[in-house]
């Protein structure tokens, strides 16, 4: 499967979770894809994403912060039904 992704969720993704994790990042399409991914690569960046979330996401008054919007966004788009 393919899931579309902004271009700053893509780049995002990019500049950390590739970084991170370099195993995956033949997944890293062109045109903000992440293409060929079955569910368990899905499970596993969603998995990351929401930890993260957990971790930078949030600002003081526990709002969501510039990159929390991000990643709840990633995490989102990441769920499949």
Request: aromatic content about 12%; hydrophobic content about 40%; proline content about 1%.
């Amino acid at each position: 499967m393919n899931i579309q992704l902004t271009s700053t969720e893509f780049n995002y993704l990019i500049l950390t979770f590739f970084t991170e994790r370099p195993d995956f990042r033949m997944f890293a399409g062109s045109d903000n894809v992440l293409s060929n991914i079955d569910e368990d690569v899905v499970d596993e960046i969603r998995d990351w994403a929401g930890e993260r979330l957990q971790k930078v996401g949030f600002d003081e008054n526990y709002d969501l912060n510039q990159e929390g919007v991000i990643l709840d966004s990633i995490v989102d788009k990441l769920y499949i039904g």
